[in-house]
């Protein structure tokens, strides 16, 4: 009638005995809990986007560089028109001359329109065949001022931050081309001739993002 008991005790004590056998064990240290394969993927992602963005991009107000020196076509239209300034009187060829360079530094900053560069060279090249007592002299300058003035109009400076300026050099070159009154003879307009070259100049620089000397 006894066994049941000492049996019971016997199996307690066993179990205890086993528990703190299992308690003394060393333990395998815990490891640390390493997120998931695809969140460090994306973190390393994000940080290698943004690094590459700035690198492709730079800074949001970067201003591109000028150009080290101005182009030949500018440096030549600059001398014409300067040419004509120096002479007492409107020189034939020397409009002519003009009227060239001003053709091949339009070309150079819009040479996608060869249309109307072309009708300004075909315009000098009428210009040049005509006999200085024609009274045409002045509608062929007004034509060729004309073009050059769509082009320049359609156009835009070579950085950004020139849009105001490159605007309002354009207004003053359309209200100096328009007050070459095609109706009067071309000699009697030197002023407005000279002035109208002189902002072709103006808008030029700007559109090529050069500074062209003057004197």
Sequence with gaps: MTA??????????????LAGVACTQPQPPLQPVQPALSERTSLTSLGSEVHDTRSKTGPADTVPP?????????????????????????????????????????ALVAPKRTDLVSSIRSTADRLERSPKSSLEHADLVRI???????IV????????????PY?????????????????????????????????AVSVLELAAGVDVPRG
């Design 4 to 17: 049941g008991p000492r049996i019971r005790g016997a199996r307690t004590i066993a179990t205890v005995v």
């Design 66 to 106: 000028r150009p080290a020196e101005p182009p030949a076509e500018l440096v030549e239209l600059a001398a014409a028109t300067r040419a004509l300034e120096d002479s007492n009187s409107l020189d034939h060829h020397g409009i002519v001359v003009a009227l060239r360079a001003l053709a091949d530094a339009l």
């Design 153 to 164: 109009a359609q156009g835009e400076p070579y950085s950004r931050w020139q849009m105001g």
């Design 167 to 199: 605007a309002r050099a354009v207004t003053a070159f359309t209200e100096a081309e328009s007050s070459i009154d095609p109706d009067r003879p071309l000699a009697e307009q030197h002023a407005q001739v000279v002035t109208a070259f002189d902002g």
């Design 144 to 150: 060729a001022l004309d073009a050059a003035r769509t």
